[in-house]
């Protein structure tokens, strides 16, 4: 089936800014974007720079008067559209998927205020200390922030992999797209109780509360088709994905916390200053993400643009 996407986006345009960008900005930018912030002109959509920020100076020692400054101005900008972790993301797009699934419809409705949840914003701090202390599990930015060099080393097995099979990138976008069906049938189809529950009893639960039914292999035919391939979370990620591993640059560990904050943002920011190296990947026609060529109406900014549009706003 032929999907629409219907993406519901705030009527006030959306500013994604990458790290590096947070980090150099000088005080006339923070000034301009506190005016048009305050006059409501202006969004600036966090989904997981500030973690990222609180990680990287988890070692108080590093932590100067001058980037205690930054990460202040950008918190209290910020704040408001601080979104809720990837995986809760993920979980309530899926859930809307299910939805339109069962009932057979033909489009798909991604709204901006699914980013958002005060209850897990207010949580987070607290999951995030249990982390830190007891070696808890919760899947919060930082925590995956935390964990993202082994994360890396598992990519770069993959990798190695990808280019000893010489995998296109359409080969692996498929396996990418098929990764969720594929984890819950052979998970299913395993001894592992702990496995189990942790991920096929999970699914079936949402399944059941999404569609009033409780068949296994249904629910892996929803993970095959359109609706759970082409939500956006999904299809940005596998593209991303997909394209650094069979590229020929070296990934760096921190590509693949920036892919995830990415696949979230793209579908609601109007406008998103980006690391070059991925920004070279959003913009190649194949990956067909971005307009004139693909779903997504968000203008890729340089650097030395981003005045010129605040000004205009």
Do not use: C
């Not at 409501?40 to 100076?57: S, V």
């Not at 922030?145 to 010489?166: E, F, N, Q, Y």
């Not at 594929?182 to 079936?204: H, Q």
């Amino acid at each position: 089936m032929i999907m629409k996407l219907n993406i519901v986006k705030p009527k006030i345009p959306v500013l994604w800014l990458d790290n590096w960008f947070i980090w150099k900005a000088d005080d006339a930018f923070w000034k301009k974007i506190a005016k048009l912030v305050l006059e409501e002109k202006i969004i600036i959509l966090d989904t997981g720079q500030f973690a990222e920020m609180l990680e990287r100076y988890s070692d108080q020692s590093k932590f100067t008067d001058e980037s205690k400054y930054t990460l202040s101005i950008y918190e209290t900008i910020a704040k408001p559209y601080i979104s809720i972790d990837h995986s809760s993301f993920l979980g309530r797009q899926t859930a809307v998927a299910m939805r339109a699934y069962a009932e057979e419809k033909d489009e798909l409705t991604i709204n901006f205020d699914d980013l958002f949840d005060p209850l897990i914003q207010e949580l987070t701090p607290l999951l995030d200390f249990h982390n830190k202390t007891y070696g808890d599990k919760w899947g919060t930015p930082r925590n995956f922030k935390g964990l993202s060099s082994d994360i890396s080393i598992d990519w770069t097995a993959i990798r190695a992999d990808v280019i000893a099979k010489r995998e296109t990138l359409s080969v692996r976008r498929r396996k990418e797209l098929l990764g969720m069906h594929d984890a819950i049938k052979n998970i299913a189809m395993g001894s592992n109780p702990i496995r189990k529950k942790n991920l096929v009893d999970f699914y079936i639960k949402k399944w059941k509360k999404n569609t009033e039914n409780t068949e296994l292999n249904m629910m892996l035919e929803f993970f095959k088709s359109n609706y759970y391939q082409e939500i956006p979370y999904v299809e940005i990620h596998s593209w991303l994905i997909s394209d650094l591993v069979t590229g020929t640059r070296n990934h760096r560990p921190s590509d693949y916390l920036d892919i995830i904050m990415i696949a979230m943002a793209l579908p609601f920011a109007d406008y998103m200053i980006i690391d070059k190296d991925i920004r070279s990947r959003i913009v190649d026609n194949r990956l067909k993400l971005v307009a004139p060529k693909g779903h997504y109406q968000t203008k890729l900014l340089q650097e030395n643009e981003i005045d010129e549009v605040l000004s205009k706003l």
